[in-house]
């Protein structure tokens, strides 16, 4: 079976202080090339885990990911990360926290005016080009987002990782960056892997629904395709009847049948 | 939960009042006489109470030092005799007979070499130490016992191995500033937050560009708080170590002037001093006001 983006089999523990927690419990995933998949489950179930150890930034314990037949154990721009709390260098402006990125990612293969044509592209798609003099602290956390996904965008991963992108932001910026993600993915065709705990957020975006059991020792619990035709229309869909069945499933997954444990 | 039910219009909508407010903020305030007259009273409101301070001191010091049997001069015999000091510090006599300019200009002399030398090694220590653990278990407790042995004590250790004074005190300045270089240094690079090193992790920079792109930039405010610490710690030991070393320098005046019991040449060059050691620190701290612009909000 080849896919291409592979999690296959993968452990994690954590060791502290001689005492072993098993957070990741032999977790596989495929994700075919311009799908979007969501990883959805209660706080704690190791999500982010999951999406660090894609992302290189954490080894799994056993196991592997395949990223078109190649393994890969390290960070690197083919997997770009938009990471929750944006993570943007507060002492380089909007226009060089995109440019660093674009300066290393493409130094061999962009001239010095088209890496530069590249960043303000890139700025352009996320509607960011009024703010490129702007330093993170001037700008709103919605547009700080913007910013990380731009960043992100202009390494051309072969996945994109968004790990609860919106998760800090209220509800109409939220909607409003949603939005925005999903023509991104419509007009660009990224394979994207995203963390969320947001139900609506995950049926709206996704092609799959992966979601996880609670931890510790967290596992694929049920993986839900999404049925619905591109473009989504948020409006159109709070009717539909499929968009409806599938937030009930996920809905009855996370209340029902793997309810969020208080940690005592 | 109820996201399919937000319309996305309103936030659109909303877009271009934000904007308009911007540029209302952005336009720059007119000039107008109360506004001026705003400023000169902050201004006022700033100099007027040290001006007062200094002058009651001045006062009570005048009075206490005119009594008989007072051992130090009043301000006003400090002038008198003083004068040519103050109005010609450029004057060069030959030898040690020098303008308070030169003086003052061969201790910063001084103090610039040595502690232009701990400001690199003491980063690099810093960068070291903060980065690595092994690095720190080992050097951490030696800076640790070094930093607190008193600057002068080194003087006579660095006699003996330069057999110079001019390199002794330059290495005098350079160990007394060093210590909270390396430590506040190593404090800024430990606490680089691990957003900034995934960032890099997933651009894979090189160790080279880590240090420049994001270990400067982030560990720049606890580095230049080291770095005003170890100037201050700079200019205190100067002046102490030009006393035992001797030629010219600010210190070697001093305890000349001691030596030939003109009280009054030690008041001058002691204002001197303090005034030098303020302005030092203020050039520092202009620094890294400038260089951390944007670095300590996030």
Same mark, same amino acid.
């Given at each position: 079976m080849t896919s291409y983006l592979r999690i296959d089999h993968v452990d994690k523990n954590f060791i502290r202080g001689g005492a072993e927690t098993k957070v990741l419990s032999d977790v596989s995933l495929s994700v075919e090339k311009g799908q979007f998949v969501s990883i959805i489950g209660h706080s704690g179930?190791?999500?982010t885990t999951l999406l660090n150890i894609v992302a290189g930034l954490?080894?799994?314990?056993?196991?592997?990911?395949l990223l078109e037949n190649r393994e890969v154990n390290d960070p690197g721009p083919d997997r770009a990360v938009v990471f929750q709390n944006h993570s943007l260098l507060p002492w380089l402006t909007v226009y060089d926290n995109v440019r660093l990125a674009v300066d290393k990612v493409h130094r061999s293969t962009k001239s010095r005016s088209e890496r530069h044509a590249w960043t303000l592209h890139n700025l352009d798609l996320v509607q960011m080009t009024h703010a490129k003099d702007k330093r993170?602290?001037?700008?709103?956390?919605?547009?700080?987002?913007r910013v990380g996904i731009a960043r992100a965008l202009a390494m051309e991963p072969k996945v994109l990782l968004l790990d609860e992108p919106f998760g800090a932001l209220d509800a109409l910026t939220r909607a409003h960056l949603q939005d925005s993600v999903m023509a991104l993915h419509q007009k660009l065709g990224n394979t994207?892997?995203?963390?969320?705990?947001?139900?609506?957020?995950?049926?709206?975006?996704?092609?799959?629904?992966?979601?996880?059991?609670?931890g510790p020792a967290a596992q694929i619990g049920e993986i839900l395709d999404v049925p619905l035709v591109r473009p989504r229309k948020r409006l159109e869909l709070a009717g539909n009847t499929t968009y409806l069945k599938c937030r009930q499933r996920v809905l009855e997954f996370l209340y029902e049948r793997h309810r969020f444990v208080e940690a005592a | 939960?109820?996201?399919p039910a937000v319309n996305p219009q309103p936030a659109r909508a909303i877009e271009p009042p934000i904007g308009k407010v911007l540029r209302l903020q952005s336009q720059r305030p007119k000039f107008s006489l109360s506004r001026a007259a705003a400023i000169g009273g902050d201004i006022a409101a700033r100099v007027i109470p040290p001006m007062i301070v200094i002058a009651l001191i001045v006062l009570v010091w005048e009075v206490l030092c005119r009594r008989q049997g007072a051992t130090l001069p009043p301000p006003s015999r400090v002038i008198a005799d003083t004068w040519? +000091?103050? &109005?010609? =510090?450029?004057?060069?006599n030959g030898g040690l007979d020098k303008g308070l300019f030169w003086h003052l200009s061969a201790s910063l002399q001084r103090v610039a070499q040595?502690?232009?030398?701990?400001?690199?090694?003491?980063?690099?220590?810093?960068?070291?130490?903060?980065?690595?653990?092994?690095?720190?278990?080992?050097?951490?407790p030696i800076f640790q016992v +070094?930093? &607190?042995? =008193?600057?002068?004590?080194?003087?006579?250790?660095?006699?003996?191995a330069f057999r110079d004074g001019q390199p002794s005190a330059i290495f005098v300045i350079f160990i007394t500033s060093i210590w909270p270089i390396i430590i506040n240094t190593a404090v800024g690079i430990r606490n680089i937050p691990q957003d900034y090193r995934n960032v890099a992790a997933v651009l894979r920079l090189n160790p080279l560009e880590f240090f420049w792109k994001i270990m400067i930039p982030s560990a720049a405010p606890y580095i230049f708080t080291g770095l005003r610490i170890g100037i201050g710690l700079s200019w205190l030991a100067i002046v102490a170590a030009e006393m035992l070393i001797g030629g010219v320098g600010i210190g070697f005046f001093i305890w000349d002037a001691w030596n030939s019991s003109h009280i009054s040449e030690i008041m001058l060059a002691l204002v001197y001093v303090g005034i030098v050691g303020f302005v030092l620190d203020r050039i520092v701290a202009g620094i890294a006001h400038v260089v951390t612009r944007g670095t300590a909000a996030s």
């Open positions: 179930c190791g999500k954490t080894r799994a314990s056993t196991g592997g990911v993170p602290a001037e700008i709103s956390g919605g547009m700080k987002q994207v892997l995203m963390i969320t705990h947001d139900v609506d957020e995950a049926v709206l975006l996704s092609d799959r629904i992966v979601m996880m059991t609670n | 939960m109820n996201m040519d +000091l103050i &109005t010609d =510090p450029f004057f060069d040595g502690y232009a030398l701990a400001s690199i090694v003491g980063v690099a220590l810093g960068t070291l130490v903060g980065q690595s653990t092994w690095a720190m278990r080992g050097l951490d +070094l930093r &607190t042995v =008193p600057p002068l004590a080194w003087l006579p250790l660095s006699l003996a």
